[in-house]
């Protein structure tokens, strides 16, 4: 995750909007994901960008510049469950197959 | 459909020896990922498996390997640890294409001492 870039903690307010940068360098660029994670848990998928543009689901969006190498995910209506680490990953073409590298993520906490 | 299960979810160890982890798959699913994470160097990707060969390799050194059986499970395992070798690890598993997301398990937490 070296060519990997994002925030390593961000705070935010109960009810706010947060957008969570993620930049990237590599040469087999084959999709970013977004996962979240809870302290003592597995990460768990939130979204996924293989085209340049906004990806919506809920309270959740992606967006991605693949000429740029920078995506973001965009938090509304934020809620306290919401405080978690939020990785970035970039699945690359590698050898045979394919390899996900992830960011060293982002601690967000929602305060009241 | 049952997730993803990694056994143990807890291991202690001492230096020098070695310790096999393993991940059963959602069923269905061909490939398994493994990953390191750390505090310091976050989610690491160590090896994935599909359909029981090596697909791609992380940078780790040769002490870490891992198989996968025909039924999907795969074990990894690790030879003389060392104390930087603390650390969970997580398997992934995936259909196998390359819009396919993955599924992790909840880990296994290894101590070496």
């Known amino acids: 995750g070296q060519n990997i870039d994002q925030p390593t903690e961000m705070t935010a307010t109960e009810g706010a909007i947060v957008q969570i940068n993620c930049t990237y360098q590599t040469s087999g660029f084959n999709g970013l994901f977004w996962y979240q994670q809870h302290a003592g848990e597995a990460p768990t998928f939130l979204s996924y960008?293989?085209?340049?543009g906004l990806e919506e689901k809920g309270r959740f969006s992606s967006f991605l510049s693949r000429s740029k190498g920078y995506s973001y995910l965009l938090l509304k209506e934020l809620q306290m469950k919401d405080s978690a680490s939020y990785l970035c990953?970039?699945?690359?073409?590698?050898?045979?197959?394919?390899?996900?590298?992830f960011g060293k993520g982002t601690s967000l906490l929602v305060t009241p | 459909k049952a997730g993803v299960t990694q056994t143990p979810r807890y291991l202690i160890k001492t230096r020098g020896q070695q310790v096999t982890l393993s991940c059963s798959p959602i069923s269905g699913h061909r490939s398994v990922s493994w990953y390191q994470q750390t505090p310091g160097q976050g989610l690491q990707f160590l090896f994935e498996y599909f359909s029981e060969t090596q697909r791609n390799k992380g940078n780790f050194p040769g002490r870490f390997s891992g198989r996968q059986f025909s039924n999907s499970r795969s074990e990894m395992n690790v030879s003389t640890l060392e104390l930087g070798d603390s650390a969970l690890y997580l398997c992934a598993s995936s259909l196998g294409g390359p819009n396919n997301e993955q599924f992790f398990g909840p880990g296994t937490r290894l101590t070496v001492l």
């Open positions: 960008n293989v085209l340049d």
């Open positions: 990953a970039v699945r690359e073409r590698q050898n045979s197959g394919y390899a996900l590298n």
